[in-house]
């Protein structure tokens, strides 16, 4: 039997669109089993039933029938697709849920196809409504953060090109009328048309290229981060610091470091195990979060030791700052089971200084200051300054 070229190509955009949703579905079990590649995984299983059943249009006992259930899978296909992009960039003005916008097309297609029947308007619905999906889908990807990853982009172009291919086919298959013999036989004839197969695969690739960005992104997350606390970790510190000091350097504003570490940790972990002292270190991170700004940078670089550098602050501000932290720590007992354990910590602080060719060397001075207030009793704030001291009642002083 010989196949026609419309056939070949129906063939082939069933077997990609099967191969893609095992790729998603792959990537659904692998990379976290994140809802989105699952709706992608069944959206292309979704568009292979769709392929297939209109290279079997001859074996339907009518052409109502298979019509319908093609119309069915397509706007499935695009209910599905959609619904993952929402679910992806957690889409504030759409809901999750698009079923009832699928099945309000679907109810169009029924409509036209066999109440009053219009084949040309029948035929226009579904790329139509494929045409509005794939713009919203650019735009809730673009809008999605403020710095588009170029992966997004290339994805929202090849959407929004791809758009631009369904709406002329949407307007040519309404232009050919109502007799379904004529639609039937141009549906697959004209340009427009013919592109679909190449937009097709080429916006699932990019899709999957942007999933691989994703990964690539929440890998690097990972490397950076503290997994327990979510803080950042001592790899992810050094990366910000120097970014840092590069801006207090170019911009000529103080920085300053608080180093700090929990007292007594080990007989937390001795007393309550090593689960609660998890707990605390949890605890204590939130603590030096709040009412932090977005500049601030927080870091877990071991233990029970952390570290905060305060761009544009400086050693009195951090100073101050390290003191209300240790008496709302001392003051904010962490709760376990039926107990309160109080936890307290040290605190060292430091600012830079035109000798400082790092910010390391402002750790290392903000460390000295954390040593020394562990030495002096713990649960204190002091200070490494050539500029500041205390005074007698507590406050700072310039010397």
Sequence with gaps: MTMSPVTYMQATLGTTSLIIAIIFYLAWKTLGEKPWSLNWSIAFVASTLYWSVHMAADLFPSHVVYWLLANAFGLATIALAMRGHCQRTNCQYLPHNLWPYAIF????????TVVHPHAGLSAAILPFCAALTLLASAVMIIR?????????????????????????????????????????????????????????????????????????????????RDQLTGLLNRRGFGEQAAVAYATARRTVQPVSVIASDIDHFKSVNDEFGHNIGDK?????????LADRRVEDIVARIGGEEFLLVLPGTDIIEATAIADELCVRLAESPMAVDDRHVLMTASFGVASISDKDARLADVVIKADRALYRSKRAGRNRVDLESSHVMRAMDGTLESV
């Design 105 to 112: 097309a679907y109810a169009a297609v029924l409509w036209t």
């Design 280 to 288: 605390a270190l949890v605890h204590f991170a939130r603590l030096l």
């Design 144 to 224: 999605h953060r403020a710095h588009t990853r170029v992966a997004e982009w290339a994805s929202a172009t090849t959407m929004i090109i791809f758009a631009l291919v369904q709406l002329p086919a949407a307007f040519y298959v309404y232009g050919l009328g109502p007799d379904p013999d004529v639609v039937m036989g141009q549906l697959f004839g004209h340009p427009s048309v013919l592109l679909i197969a190449a937009g097709f695969i080429g916006m699932a690739m990019f899709v999957i290229f942007m999933l691989s960005s994703d990964l690539y992104e929440d890998m690097k997350e990972i490397a950076v």
